[in-house]
């Protein structure tokens, strides 16, 4: 099989195997946790995108990989990474955390599709080789990038949910425990 088929398969497969792995073990113990708390997951699994670099490093990947995709996906993961990282160390501060993981998952979905695109336009799948050391990166870590941007931004937008009592009968919990016996 040519490169060029072999790459698409690989991406495929990566996004399912993905999506596999983090609907079994990574969404339900999100879904667990506070929203603080699950984002702060997500922060940190963007925080080690300051890897992207690696597209830029001569011996790691060929000197023939498209420039326009390199140089964009290097810098756009980076800034992403830094983002991620502003926000983890602003926990404490509510408003600011809140305001980098806005930006770090608005930046960073935006660098992944602008990286599919360069991909596309500078004919990647033939180069695929080029990649190198690096070709792990879209085959298995951008999918985790993407479904988790995905989420996250869905859980940013998505109304929260008042917790309603639970009812017993006529009665809530709460009254069950004042009535005496």
Same mark, same amino acid.
């Given at each position: 099989?040519?490169?060029?088929?072999?790459?698409?398969i690989h991406l495929v497969l990566?996004?399912?195997?993905?999506? *596999?792995?983090? @609907?079994?073990? !990574?969404?339900?113990?999100?879904?667990?946790?506070?929203?603080?708390?699950?984002? =702060?997951?997500?922060?940190?699994? +963007?925080?080690?995108?300051?890897f992207g670099l690696v597209f830029?490093?001569?011996?790691?990947?060929?000197? +023939? *990989?498209?420039?326009?995709?390199?140089?964009?996906?290097?810098?756009?993961?980076?800034?992403?990474?830094?983002?991620?990282?502003?926000?983890?160390?602003?926990?404490?501060?509510?408003?600011?955390?809140?305001? $980098?993981?806005? &930006?770090?998952?608005?930046?960073?979905?935006?660098?992944? $599709?602008?990286?599919?695109?360069?991909?596309?336009?500078?004919?990647?799948?033939?180069?695929?080789?080029?990649?190198?050391?690096?070709?792990?990166?879209?085959?298995?870590?951008?999918?985790? !990038?993407?479904?988790?941007?995905?989420?996250?931004?869905?859980?940013?937008? =998505?109304?929260?949910?008042?917790? &309603?009592?639970?009812?017993?009968?006529?009665?809530?919990? @709460?009254?069950? =425990? @004042?009535?005496?016996l």
């Open positions: 099989m040519s490169p060029q088929i072999i790459f698409p990566g996004y399912v195997a993905c999506l *596999l792995w983090f @609907s079994v073990f !990574l969404l339900p113990k999100l879904k667990s946790r506070s929203r603080f708390q699950a984002q =702060r997951v997500i922060a940190t699994i +963007h925080s080690f995108r300051f830029l490093i001569p011996g790691i990947v060929g000197p +023939h *990989l498209p420039a326009g995709f390199a140089t964009f996906a290097a810098y756009g993961d980076f800034t992403t990474g830094v983002l991620a990282i502003l926000a983890l160390l602003m926990a404490r501060i509510r408003p600011l955390f809140w305001f $980098f993981v806005v &930006a770090f998952n608005l930046v960073g979905t935006v660098d992944l $599709f602008d990286a599919y695109y360069n991909a596309v336009r500078g004919g990647l799948p033939a180069l695929a080789g080029q990649l190198g050391a690096a070709y792990v990166i879209p085959i298995i870590y951008v999918p985790v !990038l993407m479904i988790t941007h995905f989420v996250a931004l869905y859980w940013l937008v =998505r109304p929260q949910l008042q917790a &309603a009592p639970v009812l017993i009968g006529d009665a809530t919990q @709460s009254q069950l =425990r @004042s009535t005496p």
